[in-house]
């Protein structure tokens, strides 16, 4: 599986951003795919995912200011981020979760980052 994000950038407090990821190779193994974000120093924390069913989950910040969607027709899962903070400043990432159900292991994909600045 590969991803490739897009759509990062540099926007005031208050505005919005959509981030985009395409996913290709082997998508049908894919069970959910998601954004993760990480700054200088910290872990890459989850912000948003959703599973093949397209259930949903947030982190408790971004709830209500983001929303995570997917075209199942162009492979892609998008990010809206809404009503931005300069605390939403990080790199953010793609992510991909293959589940093996038999051995009981999950496999993580990424893509490459893309930054997203908040200015104040």
């Known amino acids: 599986v590969q991803l490739q994000a897009s759509g990062g950038g540099l926007v005031q407090a208050g505005g919005s951003l959509r981030l985009s990821c395409v996913a290709s190779?082997?998508?049908?193994?894919?069970?959910?795919m998601g954004w993760y974000r990480q700054t200088p120093g910290k872990r890459r924390d989850l912000v948003a995912q959703?599973?093949?069913?397209?259930?949903?989950t947030y982190e408790d910040s971004v709830k209500g200011r983001f929303a995570i969607s997917r075209n199942n027709a162009k492979n892609t899962v998008y990010l809206q981020m809404n009503s931005l903070k300069p605390e939403d400043t990080a790199v953010y990432y793609c992510?991909?979760?293959?589940?093996?159900?038999?051995?009981?292991?999950?496999?993580?994909?990424w893509g490459q980052g893309t930054q997203v600045t908040v200015s104040s």
């Open positions: 190779g082997s998508i049908s193994e894919i069970d959910a």
């Open positions: 992510n991909a979760v293959r589940l093996d159900l038999v051995r009981i292991i999950r496999h993580d994909y």
């Open positions: 959703i599973t093949n069913g397209g259930a949903t």
